[in-house]
């Protein structure tokens, strides 16, 4: 790859988040081209202008392709790639039924590979660059993961999965373990080339008070790294909770009350929260992940994005392989879109972009690095082709601007929309 690159096509650029600006179109700039050099993107401008300033660049000429920031996937379980679309359960059934039965076989590190190997081959053939992702309880099953980030050159967040209770015995540590265990990989991978670590507690239900105090320890040691788990995100499980720690004012507080809310932490799901949550949540300036596909899946609820952003929450999104229906980042763009259509707001196209890019990067407080195309910042991007099919290349023929062409591509896109994808500045 030479050092210098000039893409051209409609290269778009956030200025600001479409949630803030009145019109959401206008928080967006499209550029004829932007300049990489050394894995970062350089410039952005007319191409004639940045041919000049580059003229030994390698020029790729993408026509009327969309390039913009590749897509960040906020919370995913790799484990459970070859068991998506399982059919029928509950959150709690669907645990006990397809996913704890599965990650039991991530103990062989040889099976761990090769699901780490399909998951990336997966997810970058659909664009996305940057994910975040629970592993099992082996710490065989974070090297799979971490390694295959590694050799793909992509960035990536992971950690092991954390649970000393109310699961198979073959998936429970202890709270030493997990804290002995975690330290351990976190102390071998966090920082190492585009990797980082997230201290990771499944969810409230599965660890005991003195697990999650003894993870809280381990975060309050290390308060660069994001912690991520799960909150609120089915009213059964809730009950259960309530169940298991009567003496918590509320989900959030079996957190919190152990060292474990911050604002690196990342709450996947959090559909049903209660005023006090909302507002702590708030108030240390934590991230909320939205997974449309499994939220509708698996029956738990409707995220309400449009509240969520008007009282100043920081949200993320994510399509949760393998509880979510797909792999891909324009599926669950679509499905957000189709909630908050049930919720009352017709999101539109610039957010449901940015929720994608821009703002799921925010969320993982990698908003310097990644998600956007703007100088400085690592040029991850995909190039999409808005024409990728006869039903989107009829919708879009007609469009007025670029959001009327895109949003056909968002609704019924897949793989096929995916043109281009490049890691640090180097297409695969």
């Not at 934590?286 to 929450?313: K, V």
Request: a negative charge; glycine letters at 8%.
């Amino acid at each position: 790859m030479p050092p210098e690159t000039l893409v051209t096509g409609q290269i778009l650029s956030f200025a600001a988040s479409p949630f803030g600006t009145p019109t959401p179109g206008d928080a967006a700039d499209v550029h004829e081209a932007v300049l990489i050099r050394d894995g970062r993107i350089a410039a952005l401008g007319q191409a004639a202008a940045l041919s000049a300033q580059a003229p030994q660049a390698q020029r790729v000429d993408l026509g009327d392709a969309l390039i913009c920031a590749g897509f960040v996937d906020a919370h995913v379980h790799y484990p459970q790639t070859a068991m998506i679309a399982s059919w029928g359960k509950r959150l709690i059934d669907w645990l006990n039924a397809y996913t704890f039965p599965e990650e039991m076989r991530f103990g062989d590190p040889g099976y761990a590979r090769g699901i780490a190997d399909r998951y990336f081959d997966l997810t970058l053939a659909n664009g996305t660059t940057t994910c975040v992702s629970y592993c099992t309880v082996h710490p065989a099953s974070v090297t799979a993961f971490f390694e295959a980030a590694q050799a793909r050159r992509v960035r990536a967040v992971a950690g092991k999965t954390c649970m000393d209770r109310n699961a198979p015995a073959d998936l429970c540590d202890t709270a030493q373990s997990a804290y002995d265990q975690s330290k351990a990989l976190l102390e071998s991978w966090h920082g190492v080339d585009r990797l980082s670590y997230a201290i990771t507690p499944r969810f409230s239900p599965t660890s005991t008070r003195d697990q999650l105090a003894a993870l809280g320890a381990l975060w309050g040691e290390h308060p660069d790294c994001l912690m991520q788990t799960h909150l609120s995100e089915q009213t059964d499980e809730i009950a259960w909770v309530r169940s298991l720690y009567p003496e918590a004012r509320d989900y959030l507080d079996t957190y919190e009350a152990h060292g474990l809310l911050g604002a690196r932490g990342l709450y996947g799901h959090a559909i049903h929260l209660e005023p006090r949550e909302r507002d702590r949540l708030r108030e240390v300036g934590a991230a909320l992940i939205h997974c449309p596909t499994s939220n509708t899946f698996i029956g738990s609820g409707l995220f309400d994005m449009a509240a969520r952003m008007a009282e100043g929450q920081r949200v993320g999104l994510a399509t949760d392989t393998g509880g979510g229906s797909s792999f891909s980042m324009l599926r669950t763009m679509a499905a957000a879109y189709e909630i908050g259509q049930l919720t009352g707001t017709a999101l539109h196209p610039a957010q449901l972009l940015w929720l994608a890019t821009a703002g799921s990067a925010e969320a993982l407080n990698m908003g310097g690095q990644i998600g956007n195309i703007a100088p400085g910042m690592e040029a991850d991007l995909v190039a999409l082709d808005l024409a990728s099919t006869p039903a989107i290349a009829q919708r879009s023929a007609r469009a007025n601007d670029i959001w009327e062409a895109l949003f056909p591509t968002i609704m019924m896109g897949d793989d096929r929309a995916v043109k281009r994808v490049w890691i640090a500045g180097v297409p695969i």
